[in-house]
């Protein structure tokens, strides 16, 4: 079945940097489009970025800009490179593939990874 491991988190001054990794497997990883969510503290999980299987991306609002969503595929490897982090950047991010409907992404898992926590502050 699929595996998903985030890793990378960690605390940060605001305005500062930090890059994020999830290792997946057991799953056909060069043709599915891969994302990012986060889910702050009472918050739902959120959408941050998309990278399709073709390499295109796109971002919330919220973190455009700022971060960068990149993928290797020899290595079936997402990555979430943040700059400029804000303390409303705080949450915990997780991984997975995602599947395109209706003009919108949604997951194509039910089961997610443990996530990464990421938080910034002084």
């Known amino acids: 079945q699929v595996q998903l491991v985030e890793s990378g988190g960690g605390l940060v001054q605001p305005g500062g940097s930090l890059r994020v990794s999830c290792a997946a497997s057991?799953?056909?990883?060069?043709?599915?489009?891969m994302a990012w969510y986060r889910q702050a503290p009472g918050k739902e999980r959120d959408l941050v970025a998309v990278i399709t299987s073709a390499h295109a991306t796109k971002y919330s609002d919220s973190v455009k800009g700022r971060f960068t969503i990149s993928r290797d595929d020899a290595k079936n490897t997402v990555y979430l490179q943040m700059n400029s982090l804000k303390p409303e950047d705080t949450a915990v991010y997780y991984c997975n593939a995602v599947r395109f409907h209706s003009g919108n992404y949604y997951p194509a898992y039910d089961s997610w990874g443990q996530g990464t926590q990421v938080t910034v502050s002084s």
């Open positions: 057991g799953i056909m990883f060069n043709i599915y489009h």
